[in-house]
């Protein structure tokens, strides 16, 4: 293949004190089929042994494999880690994959051989739920994107059908790949979200406005951990703070970028309802069919919202 059909791929491993999964995350990287990648260990700070880790592969490819932290050794969030990796970055595609989530070894080919065979900006892919990397009784389940798959996308149709404002299922980080020039063009991901909704504010800026291929495909395995930042969101009720700050986030960047669509804006003023009327939203749903009537006035205050 030529430097044409077989463009350089830069990998993005971000990582805090991920010593007990860092290894196997690079290792699944290392297995790729397509080999013309670069792999950048961004570090967050790590206090842990995973800096020796990142190191030790740097020093069997440096040539490959590169380490990079942040001034001070400083610990500043997954979305300014990842975006840290975008400015080292130097192929011309970029994919991500959390520092305890793996690839399996066609993960890289298959998405390339997509991405230009179809000339999108990014390629997302189903995931595998991964239990069973613990005694568990639990089976791991393959969780597609929720819209018609081996399917490109013209924007905005995935933002209008996929969560947070559409009801499929939305892609993993570890799941896509995307244009380089792209990421940069709406400055990768939104610093000021640090955790939970990070990966649907980047998804949100690209796919409101870029073409996508859908794949049925999936080369990736998502860690389910109990100590994980939704689970964790939803026992100590952070969830609807987090999506709240999302949705006025999207708001003003709707408006910044100067994008009006009748139907993103009538999902939007829905999905504030409840934080604009919380009594009315509460009682509507503890009373779901006798308030019928009720509903539909609060189906047309949303589309009577500003």
């Known amino acids: 293949?030529?430097?044409?059909?077989?463009?350089?791929?830069?990998?993005?491993?971000?990582?805090?004190?991920?010593?007990?999964?860092?290894?196997?995350?690079?290792?699944?990287?290392?297995?790729?089929?397509?080999?013309?990648?670069?792999?950048?260990?961004?570090?967050?700070?790590?206090?842990?042994?995973?800096?020796?880790?990142?190191?030790?592969?740097?020093?069997?490819?440096?040539?490959?494999?590169?380490?990079?932290?942040?001034?001070?050794?400083?610990?500043?969030?997954?979305?300014?880690?990842?975006n840290a990796g975008i400015r080292k970055a130097k192929g011309e595609y970029v994919a991500f994959i959390d520092s305890d989530d793996v690839w399996l070894p066609g993960f890289l080919a298959n998405q390339v051989a997509l991405i230009l065979k179809h000339d999108v900006s990014m390629v997302?892919?189903?995931?595998?739920?991964?239990?069973?990397?613990?005694?568990?009784?639990?089976?791991?389940?393959?969780?597609?994107?929720?819209?018609?798959?081996?399917?490109?996308?013209?924007?905005?149709?995935?933002?209008?059908d996929l969560y947070p404002l559409g009801r499929g299922t939305s892609p993993c980080t570890c799941a896509f790949l995307i244009k380089r020039d792209v990421l940069t063009k709406f400055n990768g991901f939104e610093e000021a979200f640090k955790g939970m909704y990070e990966d649907q504010v980047f998804f949100s800026k690209i796919l409101m406005e870029e073409r996508v291929f859908v794949s049925s495909s999936c080369n990736n395995r998502y860690r389910i951990r109990p100590d994980s930042m939704m689970r964790e969101s939803y026992k100590n009720k952070a969830y609807h703070q987090i999506r709240k700050q999302y949705l006025l986030w999207f708001k003003g960047y709707l408006r910044q970028r100067k994008i009006k669509h009748h139907r993103i804006n009538k999902l939007m003023r829905i999905a504030l309802l409840p934080y604009r009327y919380p009594l009315l939203h509460k009682f509507l749903h503890s009373v779901p069919t006798k308030g019928l009537k009720l509903k539909q006035l609060v189906k047309r205050l949303g589309e009577q919202a500003p």
Do not use: C
């Open 124 to 160: 997302i892919e189903a995931t595998e739920y991964w239990y069973d990397w613990q005694p568990t009784n639990k089976k791991n389940n393959i969780v597609r994107i929720g819209v018609v798959n081996d399917h490109a996308y013209d924007p905005p149709q995935l933002m209008l």
């Open 1 to 82: 293949m030529t430097t044409k059909t077989k463009p350089l791929v830069s990998v993005v491993i971000p990582f805090f004190n991920s010593e007990k999964f860092l290894s196997e995350s690079i290792e699944s990287v290392l297995r790729q089929e397509y080999e013309n990648w670069e792999l950048l260990l961004i570090d967050d700070g790590s206090t842990d042994k995973g800096i020796q880790i990142a190191l030790s592969y740097v020093a069997k490819q440096p040539n490959k494999i590169f380490y990079f932290d942040h001034a001070g050794h400083r610990n500043k969030g997954l979305s300014a880690t990842r």
